[in-house]
């Protein structure tokens, strides 16, 4: 279960990187909508990534500059790594016990 | 993997330093037991550095090198938080406009009593550290709230940190079921691993005291409250407790939580309590 969800996790931002597909508007509004949501959800964990804020700002800055493609493709990858940190929070909820001095 | 190595490799890929959340589950979680943590924690430490006396640790990265104990030796005969630290003293005496001071809102009017804190208020059923106690005196005598991250509430920290200088941290834990989960949810957040590094306050504070992080050298986790605030010359300023703390987390790339939230004032809370017996020294300088 875990390594399915790396795996998408990894397989996700290699597309949001790599993406080759030309995107218009309403793919790069989908796609950062999409990565906010996400985002929101970390921040209930209390577990933002400062990169997710910096990818999500890149992802603006493309499309005010009407490159889609490239907006879209950094809206997936803030995406990712906000996926990424719920991930983590979520596992560490257990797993925080590992490093612990007893 | 020494530190610097397993920060450029989180860096180069976070989704590689997430496969290792596929390990095996950590051990389950037992009894909260404070006084056990304790020994424990104080073992550690005094088997990782033999040749440390207890009070040695509470210089934070100066107690790890000997070049750098010799600057620090240096640097106390002309300390740069002797500034803040005046300022720290007129401001504490100086009445409030109804006339109160900071003393009335504190045991002892506030002098040699920065040991106790972080306190466990069972009115509240919540962890009080000083520089929320402070800002609180400030409201209910009708003064606004400092920032946490400022020069203010450092001077203040820093003037009565220097009023308990050598006594043993005192933190109580009573047996109250709330202060057993802020307790236990204090060390929670020290060993939780977050931001794109996926590193937990334990990672460094624990597994690599006394190496460098760029020019800096990690403090061990046992003492490292006892010499706040701190004069750094990278800050060219005072920091308090919740610069630090918000410093530590934006440095792993993690968006840091908003100073005196829970899980901070929890934090402060364990940490505090795990150095009991070993005696204030703030405020500290730092290269």
């Not at chain 1, 790599?18 to 996400?38: M, N």
């Not at chain 2, 640790?57 to 640097?75: E, I, R």
């Not at chain 2, 003293?89 to 109804?98: A, D, G, I, L, T």
């Not at chain 2, 509240?124 to 106690?133: D, M, P």
């Given at each position: 279960?875990?390594i399915?969800?790396?795996?998408?996790?990894?397989?996700?931002?290699?597309?949001g990187?790599?993406?080759?597909?030309?995107?218009?508007?309403?793919?790069?509004?989908?796609?950062y909508a999409?990565?906010?949501a996400?985002?929101?959800?970390?921040?209930s964990?209390?577990?933002?990534?400062t990169t997710?804020?910096?990818t999500?700002a890149?992802?603006?800055k493309f499309?005010?500059?009407?490159d889609?493609?490239k907006a879209t493709?950094?809206?997936k990858?803030?995406?990712?790594l906000a996926?990424a940190?719920?991930?983590?929070a979520?596992?560490?909820?257990?797993?925080?016990?590992?490093?612990?001095?007893? | 993997m020494?530190?610097?190595?397993?920060i450029?490799?989180?860096?180069?890929?976070?989704?590689?330093?997430?496969?290792a959340f596929?390990?095996?589950?950590a051990?389950?979680?037992?009894?909260?037991?404070?006084?056990?943590?304790?020994?424990?924690?104080?073992?550690?430490?005094y088997?990782?550095?033999p040749?440390?006396?207890?009070?040695?640790?509470?210089?934070?990265?100066?107690?790890?090198?000997?070049?750098?104990?010799?600057?620090?030796?240096?640097?106390?005969?002309?300390p740069p938080?002797e500034?803040s630290?005046?300022?720290g003293?007129e401001?504490?005496s100086?009445?409030?406009?109804?006339?109160?001071?900071?003393?009335?809102?504190?045991?002892n009017?506030?002098?040699?009593i920065?040991?106790?804190?972080?306190?466990f208020?069972?009115?509240e059923?919540?962890?009080?550290?000083?520089?929320l106690?402070?800002?609180r005196?400030?409201?209910?005598n009708?003064?606004?709230?400092?920032?946490?991250?400022?020069?203010?509430m450092a001077?203040?920290?820093?003037?009565?940190?220097f009023?308990?200088?050598?006594?043993?941290f005192?933190?109580?834990?009573?047996n109250?079921?709330?202060?057993?989960?802020?307790y236990?949810n204090?060390?929670?957040?020290?060993?939780?691993?977050r931001?794109?590094?996926?590193?937990?306050?334990a990672t460094?504070?624990?597994?690599?005291?006394?190496?460098?992080?760029?020019?800096e050298?990690?403090?061990?986790?046992?003492?490292?409250v006892?010499?706040?605030?701190?004069?750094?010359?990278?800050?060219?300023?005072?920091?308090?407790t919740?610069?630090?703390?918000?410093?530590c987390?934006?440095?792993?790339?993690?968006?840091?939580?908003?100073?005196?939230?829970?899980e901070?004032?929890n934090?402060e809370y364990?940490?505090?309590y795990?150095?009991?017996g070993?005696?204030?020294?703030?405020?500290?300088?730092?290269?």
């Amino acid at each position: 279960m875990r390594i399915t969800t790396l795996t998408s996790i990894a397989a996700l931002l290699l597309l949001g990187a790599t993406s080759a597909l030309a995107a218009g508007e309403d793919d790069y509004k989908a796609a950062y909508a999409a990565a906010e949501a996400a985002n929101k959800q970390a921040a209930s964990l209390r577990n933002q990534w400062t990169t997710t804020a910096s990818t999500l700002a890149v992802a603006k800055k493309f499309a005010d500059g009407g490159d889609f493609d490239k907006a879209t493709a950094s809206a997936k990858e803030a995406e990712a790594l906000a996926k990424a940190s719920i991930f983590q929070a979520t596992s560490e909820k257990e797993r925080w016990r590992d490093l612990e001095i007893r | 993997m020494n530190l610097r190595a397993r920060i450029q490799f989180a860096a180069a890929a976070f989704a590689l330093a997430l496969l290792a959340f596929a390990a095996p589950p950590a051990v389950s979680a037992d009894k909260v037991d404070p006084v056990a943590d304790e020994k424990a924690f104080k073992k550690f430490f005094y088997d990782k550095f033999p040749k440390l006396k207890p009070e040695d640790f509470v210089n934070g990265p100066y107690s790890m090198d000997a070049d750098l104990y010799k600057q620090w030796q240096d640097k106390e005969q002309f300390p740069p938080y002797e500034f803040s630290l005046e300022l720290g003293k007129e401001m504490f005496s100086k009445p409030f406009k109804n006339g109160k001071t900071y003393g009335d809102c504190f045991p002892n009017k506030g002098i040699g009593i920065r040991q106790d804190y972080p306190t466990f208020d069972e009115k509240e059923g919540k962890v009080i550290t000083l520089e929320l106690a402070l800002n609180r005196c400030r409201e209910a005598n009708g003064e606004p709230a400092f920032s946490y991250v400022r020069d203010e509430m450092a001077a203040l920290t820093a003037y009565m940190a220097f009023t308990s200088r050598g006594k043993p941290f005192n933190i109580k834990v009573p047996n109250d079921p709330r202060a057993l989960a802020a307790y236990e949810n204090g060390k929670e957040y020290f060993y939780t691993r977050r931001g794109q590094l996926n590193f937990s306050c334990a990672t460094c504070h624990v597994q690599s005291p006394g190496e460098r992080v760029r020019t800096e050298v990690l403090a061990p986790a046992l003492g490292i409250v006892n010499a706040m605030p701190i004069y750094r010359s990278e800050w060219n300023g005072m920091g308090t407790t919740s610069r630090r703390f918000t410093t530590c987390n934006s440095q792993i790339r993690g968006v840091p939580l908003t100073p005196q939230d829970d899980e901070y004032r929890n934090v402060e809370y364990y940490l505090s309590y795990v150095s009991n017996g070993l005696p204030i020294s703030g405020p500290g300088a730092r290269p």
